[in-house]
């Protein structure tokens, strides 16, 4: 069936730039043009709206996304008081287990965690509370114990050698895999399906799905993979796993994602060079050079591209050493493909000049979340607490890294920050350095060609030409030109020629 939508603008990001309607054929763009439409099976009238291509987001975490819209919103509490508060409304409807996910103590007032104490006067059911950039956990004694976390590295201790409460690293993950294992195969679904809907109704037609055996088991792909076909928007799963015959027997081209070679600022895992201005210590790199380098190498020449996870410098030379000694090992007729390959690093927060340099010429490909910025970029905000003034203003050089020539897209590492384009898009515009700041139409090339590209699939979309999928929004106003995008939401959505939401 071939369907002709018929808008006030069609924006094709591509040659020709504009057009009146778009003619598709079932999963395809057949063409777009102006002036009298061709004949086709359905008229879709669409008068007085801009349609662009579908945004991509490049790092979703949909189960986490789905916890996050359906559970205990603690990502509004403002103190420890306000995110005990929040938690006690939930005790009262008398739950089996607690968890939740979204608590950013960076902002308050006085940044002081609940004590175990206070978790446990909470209630007696195991419950676990997830930072908001999910590297750190609150956690009672009851969910220590039932998820066996309690003698697991990465358990926060005080002086006398008591828990705090406080989980990172191996007893963060145990604890966040212990309630994750409790879900069902239905549950797990339903879940996806929320985060895909959500994604849906922002305009986004695809998401790169960042899927972490670690803390959520191998069945959250397994599941994933058994019904993507069904979900609304497309779904590009990369899996961080290191065993190589279980990626491949999945039939999947990718590897890893949050393959973590670093935590994060703000649970203090982010490895640094120089060590962290509010507290001591550097952070944690999580495997060494040789377990990477064999990783790295095997995965290239089994045709994979891979993906890791590094926001620290000192997590970011790792990852440049360590591809620098796989690409000098690598034969001639292998060196002409691994830049194709594209291997991507996600974050690359802290990248310097040098870094960004080398990462150009490795030919990396570079996954950046603007919306951190707006979240933790802002003075005195998380950046400027963990790294001080001067280091914390060279975070996140957008703009440095498009001009090196580095293969750049985004996302928004939903559920960290919200599954949302155009708030990604007022971020890039609005980075806290005015000279790393984007204009409209790169920030929107970010969110679409660019993200499409990290997953090799600039061919397939960010673009509406002919013979690309037919992944399209429509919206009352133009996303390249309304002053402020941010709210701005689709009338309707297209993903692979179907309509997945319309209002």
């Known amino acids: 069936m071939r369907t002709l939508y018929r808008a006030g603008r069609v924006r094709t990001l591509g040659v020709p730039a504009l057009g009146e309607w778009l003619l598709v054929d079932e999963r395809h763009v057949e063409r777009v043009g102006s002036g009298d439409p061709p004949s086709a099976d359905r008229v879709v009238e669409l008068p007085g709206t801009t349609v662009i291509p579908g945004f991509v987001d490049a790092h979703v975490h949909l189960i986490g996304t789905g916890l996050s819209m359906l559970g205990i919103p603690i990502e509004r509490a403002r103190s420890a008081e306000e995110l005990l508060g929040i938690v006690a409304e939930e005790i009262t409807h008398a739950p089996s287990k607690v968890f939740a996910h979204g608590f950013d103590e960076s902002g308050w007032p006085h940044r002081v965690l609940p004590s175990l104490a206070d978790l446990d006067d909470l209630t007696e059911v195991p419950m676990i509370l997830v930072r908001a950039d999910g590297h750190l956990a609150l956690a009672n004694s009851a969910a220590l114990r039932a998820s066996g976390a309690l003698d697991i590295e990465g358990v926060e201790r005080d002086a006398d050698g008591r828990p705090t409460g406080v989980l990172r690293r191996a007893a963060n993950e145990r604890a966040q895999r212990w309630f994750h294992d409790s879900l069902s195969d239905h549950e797990v679904r339903e879940l996806q399906l929320?985060?895909?809907?959500?994604?849906?109704?922002?305009?986004?037609t695809a998401v790169h799905e960042m899927s972490i055996p670690a803390q959520r088991g191998r069945r959250e792909v397994e599941v994933l993979l058994a019904h993507r076909a069904r979900l609304p928007v497309e779904v590009v799963p990369y899996v961080a796993d290191t065993d190589l015959p279980f990626v491949l027997d999945l039939g999947l081209g990718t590897l890893g994602g949050d393959l973590t070679i670093d935590g994060s600022l703000g649970a203090r895992t982010a490895a640094l060079l120089d060590g962290y201005a509010d507290a001591d210590g550097d952070g944690v790199l999580y495997r060494d050079?040789?377990?990477?380098?064999?990783?790295?190498?095997?995965?290239?020449?089994?045709?994979?591209q891979v993906s890791v996870h590094a926001i620290g410098d000192r997590a970011i030379e790792q990852t440049l050493r360590v591809w620098e000694r796989v690409y000098h090992a690598l034969d001639s007729r292998e060196r002409r493909h691994f830049?194709?390959?594209?291997?991507?690093?996600?974050?690359?927060?802290?990248?310097?000049?040098?870094?960004i340099e080398r990462a150009a010429m490795l030919g990396l490909a570079i996954s950046v979340q603007p919306a951190f910025d707006a979240a933790w970029g802002h003075p005195g905000g998380l950046y400027e607490q963990r790294l001080g003034e001067r280091r914390a203003t060279g975070m996140n050089p957008f703009a440095t890294l498009l001009a090196r020539g580095l293969a750049v897209g985004a996302g928004s590492d939903a559920p960290i920050t919200d599954l949302d384009p155009m708030l990604g898009i007022w971020a890039v515009e609005h980075h806290h350095d005015p000279g790393q700041r984007l204009g409209r139409e790169d920030a929107v090339h970010l969110f679409t060609t660019g993200a499409a590209g990290l997953a090799r699939q600039e061919d397939k979309r960010g673009r509406l030409q002919p013979g690309m999928s037919a992944d399209f929004a429509a919206y009352d106003d133009d996303p390249v030109t309304v002053p402020d995008p941010r709210g701005v939401r689709p009338v309707l959505t297209v993903s692979r020629g179907r309509e997945v939401f319309a209002r």
């Open 194 to 204: 929320e985060a895909a809907s959500l994604a849906a109704s922002r305009g986004v």
């Open 289 to 304: 050079d040789d377990e990477l380098a064999p990783l790295f190498h095997n995965a290239h020449l089994a045709g994979l």
């Open 339 to 355: 830049r194709a390959r594209r291997h991507r690093v996600e974050h690359f927060e802290m990248a310097d000049a040098g870094q």
